[in-house]
């Protein structure tokens, strides 16, 4: 019964490569989120979807791009990896996308990039 | 400068002691101030919630909004090791989602 998902938990892969992370929430919120989150634990809002619209596009390097299929998924494809690019990535979610709400995050997918 | 700022500790304390955390903030438009608790390898989770200026308590919790001073403050009161995490203090603006994190608050409560 778990709220907010992601795979994988961990991801190792060569500078280069494309990668993708994979969320679900089953919480049935209409906003999904994705975070970055750096050795120093700074956690900074990189994308948000509300219903498949993206709503949040933060500055960040067109390397990385959501997919939204359906509400209840968002995912996170990475192009050409960089090793600064090695963070904890987490998925979040919230019923409607206002600033006043709780967002409800996933478990994170460490990557790193070698 | 970044637009919240929290001094990233980390903090020891004993066992029954008070802690108190605190973030400062640069935009005035900020209106939204959570707190949220991350446990090691784990998603960060809500833990208090205040809008606007004022105090709110929530058992040994208490979260603290200065406005005027661009100050915000949780206090743990009796605190216990099950407390020991990073703590983030975490603010929005407006009405789309958009959360400005502090770096977070490494906390060690020790038996």
């Known amino acids: 019964d778990t709220a907010v998902s992601q795979t994988p938990k961990y991801l190792v892969t060569q500078m280069g490569n494309d990668k993708s992370i994979k969320c679900e929430q089953n919480l049935g919120h209409d906003t999904m989120y994705w975070y970055k989150q750096d050795s120093k634990k700074f956690l900074k809002i990189m994308f948000s979807?509300?219903?498949?619209?993206?709503?949040i596009n933060e500055t960040v390097p067109n390397r990385f791009s959501p997919k939204s299929p359906d509400k209840a998924h968002l995912n996170l494809h990475i192009n050409s990896l960089e090793l600064g690019d090695s963070a904890v990535y987490f998925c979040?979610?919230?019923?409607?996308?206002?600033?006043?709400?709780?967002?409800?995050f996933g478990p994170g997918t460490r990557l790193l990039v070698l | 400068q970044k637009e919240v700022e929290q001094d990233p500790g980390p903090l020891s304390v004993p066992e029954g002691a008070i802690v108190s955390l605190n973030c400062t903030y640069s935009?005035?438009?900020?209106?939204?101030f959570m707190w949220y608790r991350q446990y090691s390898r784990k998603g960060p989770e809500l833990l208090m919630y205040?809008?606007?200026?004022g105090n709110k308590e929530d058992g040994r919790f208490t979260a603290q909004v200065d406005k005027s001073s661009k100050y915000i403050s949780l206090f743990i009161r009796d605190s216990q090791p099950s407390d020991s995490a990073t703590y983030l203090c975490?603010?929005?603006?407006?009405?789309?989602?958009?959360?400005?994190f502090g770096q977070g608050t490494t906390l060690q409560v020790k038996p």
């Open positions: 205040t809008y606007s200026s």
């Open positions: 935009n005035s438009a900020f209106q939204y």
């Open positions: 975490a603010m929005s603006a407006g009405n789309t989602g958009k959360l400005i």
């Open positions: 979807y509300n219903n498949k619209e993206l709503i």
């Open positions: 979040a979610s919230s019923p409607t996308g206002g600033g006043a709400e709780t967002q409800y």
